[in-house]
């Protein structure tokens, strides 16, 4: 038997970065575990990829994977009512795992529970209000603004999730000038969420990149959005302000691997620049997560972060 043949975008998947994906374990089922998603995505020389759960944290799972394996599997926390929603103490435990980056309120948040064709609780009673970040007058909670605060001291990531994109916009607001950096805005071509792009504008003019999920594009999210969308939003905010990622991993769709490759051929046809697919695929996401330089195995596990979130030594 002969060799398979290379795949034309073998070159854009080398260097990428998936920065939101699910794996099992986990209270949903999942297509692949932590160590198999991630030797899959190592095998097909990508940098890294972000694994997120809605019930409870990731980053002691990723630590394991990068010790076993050396490869870069990231992690967090997802500040749902699991882990106690705006729980600053929950933030800064996963300090200890090396975590990367923390979700606000995705399943549980208010906004998710009024708007979402899905909900995730068995009674209406136990879906009541859900997790907000404002209250009444409008203005950030001090549960939220204890939040920020620990995730500026830890130097993470902090992605959007679920909420509604007036309450990300007016986080984001507030995080920068707390001394956070990084933001990331889920899926926010979601049925529930259905940014403008006056909306993405905005919110990327305060500093957050996009994140378009190529699962908007499947039946499992109501056919939410189209790649001809995608390419319009990135018009709209530029590719420097846009990441392409899957949010992967529902036993209902393709593996994440197959859905990543494929959003990659698809921005292709609608014309999309190999330059900008970059840009958005590898470029974007190293910045957003300190994958600066790519660490020789033989220095894994206790000297990683000497390569991968130093940036005085670059």
Request: aromatic share 6%; with cysteine; net charge negative.
């Amino acid at each position: 038997m002969g060799q398979s043949q290379p795949d034309p975008i073998d070159h854009l998947v080398s260097g990428a970065v998936d920065t939101h994906m699910h794996t099992a374990p986990g209270a949903f089922p999942r297509q692949d575990t932590d160590f198999s998603a991630a030797r899959k995505a190592k095998e097909h020389d990508m940098r890294a990829i972000v694994t997120k759960n809605h019930h409870f944290e990731t980053a002691s799972r990723a630590k394991n994977v990068r010790d076993e394996l050396g490869f870069d599997l990231l992690g967090g926390i997802t500040l749902n009512e699991w882990v106690g929603g705006l729980n600053h103490h929950a933030v800064d435990g996963i300090a200890n795992f090396d975590a990367d980056i923390v979700w606000m309120p995705s399943i549980t948040s208010a906004h998710h529970l009024e708007n979402a064709a899905v909900q995730m609780f068995e009674t209406e009673e136990e879906a009541k209000g859900g997790i907000t970040v404002l209250n009444e007058d409008g203005n950030l909670t001090e549960p939220t603004l204890d939040v920020l605060d620990s995730i500026a001291e830890h130097g993470f990531v902090i992605g959007l999730s679920h909420l509604s994109p007036e309450e990300a916009i007016a986080l984001v607001d507030a995080a920068t000038d707390r001394g956070v950096e990084e933001f990331l805005v889920q899926h926010p071509h979601a049925n529930f969420l259905n940014y403008s792009h006056e909306q993405m504008q905005t919110i990327t003019d305060l500093g957050a990149t996009l994140e378009f999920h190529y699962i908007c594009t499947t039946e499992m999210m109501g056919n939410a959005a189209t790649v001809g969308d995608f390419v319009s939003a990135v018009d709209a905010v530029g590719p420097e302000n846009a990441v392409m990622a899957t949010d992967g991993g529902a036993t209902a769709n393709p593996p994440a691997m197959e859905q990543f490759k494929q959003f990659i051929r698809d921005m292709l046809a609608e014309g999309v620049p190999e330059s900008d697919i970059r840009t958005m695929t590898t470029e974007n996401p190293k910045r957003i997560f300190d994958l600066v330089l790519s660490p020789p195995p033989s220095l894994y596990p206790a000297d990683r972060y000497l390569f991968t979130r130093s940036a005085e030594l670059c």
